[in-house]
């Protein structure tokens, strides 16, 4: 069965020529182009990439109620503010007058 894949594979491979990965004159023509394009055909010819992530913060997630959850948008639309920012702020607050009681 293994012969029988890498056969097939081989063959997929040599149909499938690697394409040559055009040069950009801009990033908005580089997205345009693979928005018309698959990225698969370029990978191998596109350039290698090192970077580091910090995660610095973490999130989590909860629950909310749908009724909450539209007057929230409503709020949030009307604040001209993301709906995370909004109950990230109520919490606080919620949180302090706990901890002063």
Do not use: Q
Request: overall charge negative.
């Amino acid at each position: 069965m293994r012969a029988i894949w890498l056969i097939r594979k081989e063959k997929y491979m040599a149909e499938n020529k690697v394409k040559a990965l055009p040069t950009f004159e801009s990033l908005d023509t580089l997205t345009n182009f693979f928005d018309e394009n698959d990225m698969g055909d370029y990978v191998e010819n596109m350039p290698e990439a090192e970077f580091e992530v910090s995660i610095d913060r973490r999130m989590h997630f909860v629950a909310v109620d749908e009724e909450i959850a539209e007057r929230l948008s409503e709020i949030s639309k009307s604040e001209h503010t993301s709906s995370g920012a909004i109950v990230n702020s109520w919490l606080r607050e919620k949180i302090s007058d706990y901890s002063h009681k």
